[in-house]
């Protein structure tokens, strides 16, 4: 069947453009595309605690550091795990439990920026009640372009020893798009239809200062399952990265083993509706919207070498309950010997 190719700028992918809608998309990188294979890499498990950089995120210093987490002297708060860092603007307190029957739990109010960089992720991983996903519309805002973000985020990652991120998602929050999405999500909130304990805000407040990119990275490309081990969402402002959640979990090695060839994703494709209909909720597959190579974490063959980074097929696909707000789910297959993984019906 005859497929168009083109080139993924930012995501250094071969993408095999469907000839039509009823084809999924297939993204894969250029080293397989020229040999068939790719490698497998020893694996090691990262600790952002112990190489903790804080002034990286902010510079006004530490106010008080426990043991997971710090709070900076702009009440601004860096959080971390071994495998993630998280970090956030805040301004004031509020009562979490106000309006409840329980005691009152003062609790750190979200900045504005905070704010909006949760309106920008549900833009981009689908707005409530309808799934709708925006997309970029401007690469120029008053005080900063989606180029010189781009760098911001990246030189931040660099400098947190992460390498090789590539930027596949990005969305402008314009203030137009702030007041108009902060609008839809207040009016949510007061009529009952999107819950939350956090105070509304009031968005018609931002102004151009506000402005950024809302951007996405992964290591090993885009994937709904195993590929949010090694991902990396920022929005960054005139002022710096404002709002980050980096997941890195291991430190790729040296190659441990080399394929001779990796499963082909038709055997995927045939696999995964025998996999639903195996599993413990079994829906009817209606679409598959997208197959990518990339990697996730997992033991060795021979477990005494511990953990490895293997090439997978993560397949992003539409069931019977995807209904009218288009939700979409998930599944890894192993592209080394095709045996599933995991997915959203294990």
């Given at each position: 069947m005859k497929?168009?190719?083109?080139?993924?700028l930012c995501l250094g992918l071969l993408c095999i453009?469907?000839?039509?809608?009823?084809?999924?998309?297939?993204?894969?990188?250029d080293a397989y595309t020229q040999t068939g294979t790719l490698p497998v890499y020893k694996a090691t498990a990262r600790n952002f605690g112990e190489t903790l950089q804080p002034e990286l995120f902010n510079g006004s210093g530490i106010a008080s550091r426990g043991?997971?987490?710090?709070?900076?002297?702009?009440?601004?708060?860096?959080?971390?795990?071994?495998?993630?860092?998280?970090?956030r603007e805040y301004s004031g307190t509020f009562n979490a439990n106000a309006g409840t029957e329980y005691p009152a739990a003062i609790t750190a109010r979200p900045a504005l920026s905070s704010a909006i960089a949760s309106l920008a992720s549900w833009a981009m991983f689908g707005w409530p009640y309808g799934g709708t996903v925006f997309t970029l519309e401007k690469t120029t805002l008053t005080h900063l372009t989606l180029s010189q973000a781009q760098t911001v985020f990246e030189t931040l990652l660099s400098q947190l020893g992460l390498k090789g991120y590539t930027c596949d998602y990005a969305l402008d929050m314009s203030l137009e798009r702030i007041h108009t999405l902060g609008d839809s999500m207040n009016a949510m909130i007061q009529s009952g239809a999107f819950s939350t304990n956090i105070p509304p805000c009031d968005y018609q407040l931002a102004t151009a200062?506000?402005?950024?990119?809302?951007?996405?990275?992964?290591?090993?490309?885009?994937?709904?399952?195993?590929?949010?081990?090694?991902?990396?969402?920022?929005?960054?402002?005139?002022?710096?990265?404002?709002?980050?959640?980096?997941?890195?979990?291991?430190?790729?090695?040296?190659?441990y083993e080399m394929p001779e060839a990796l499963v082909s994703p038709e055997t995927v494709l045939a696999a995964l509706p025998k996999e639903i209909a195996a599993s413990r909720y079994p829906e009817k597959l209606v679409r598959v919207l997208r197959v990518e190579l990339t990697y996730a974490a997992m033991r060795a063959s021979k477990k005494a070498d511990g953990m490895v980074l293997s090439p997978i097929w993560s397949v992003t696909y539409q069931d019977e309950m995807a209904g009218e707000e288009g939700y979409t789910s998930w599944a890894d297959f192993d592209a080394v010997d095709g045996k599933l993984l995991n997915a959203i019906f294990k």
């Amino acid at each position: 069947m005859k497929r168009s190719v083109a080139i993924l700028l930012c995501l250094g992918l071969l993408c095999i453009t469907p000839a039509s809608l009823a084809e999924p998309e297939i993204l894969v990188p250029d080293a397989y595309t020229q040999t068939g294979t790719l490698p497998v890499y020893k694996a090691t498990a990262r600790n952002f605690g112990e190489t903790l950089q804080p002034e990286l995120f902010n510079g006004s210093g530490i106010a008080s550091r426990g043991d997971w987490t710090l709070t900076y002297n702009d009440e601004a708060t860096l959080e971390w795990a071994p495998e993630a860092l998280f970090y956030r603007e805040y301004s004031g307190t509020f009562n979490a439990n106000a309006g409840t029957e329980y005691p009152a739990a003062i609790t750190a109010r979200p900045a504005l920026s905070s704010a909006i960089a949760s309106l920008a992720s549900w833009a981009m991983f689908g707005w409530p009640y309808g799934g709708t996903v925006f997309t970029l519309e401007k690469t120029t805002l008053t005080h900063l372009t989606l180029s010189q973000a781009q760098t911001v985020f990246e030189t931040l990652l660099s400098q947190l020893g992460l390498k090789g991120y590539t930027c596949d998602y990005a969305l402008d929050m314009s203030l137009e798009r702030i007041h108009t999405l902060g609008d839809s999500m207040n009016a949510m909130i007061q009529s009952g239809a999107f819950s939350t304990n956090i105070p509304p805000c009031d968005y018609q407040l931002a102004t151009a200062e506000d402005e950024g990119f809302y951007l996405s990275y992964h290591l090993y490309g885009h994937a709904d399952g195993a590929g949010d081990q090694f991902s990396a969402y920022a929005l960054v402002t005139a002022r710096g990265v404002v709002d980050a959640s980096i997941r890195d979990a291991y430190i790729p090695g040296e190659v441990y083993e080399m394929p001779e060839a990796l499963v082909s994703p038709e055997t995927v494709l045939a696999a995964l509706p025998k996999e639903i209909a195996a599993s413990r909720y079994p829906e009817k597959l209606v679409r598959v919207l997208r197959v990518e190579l990339t990697y996730a974490a997992m033991r060795a063959s021979k477990k005494a070498d511990g953990m490895v980074l293997s090439p997978i097929w993560s397949v992003t696909y539409q069931d019977e309950m995807a209904g009218e707000e288009g939700y979409t789910s998930w599944a890894d297959f192993d592209a080394v010997d095709g045996k599933l993984l995991n997915a959203i019906f294990k």
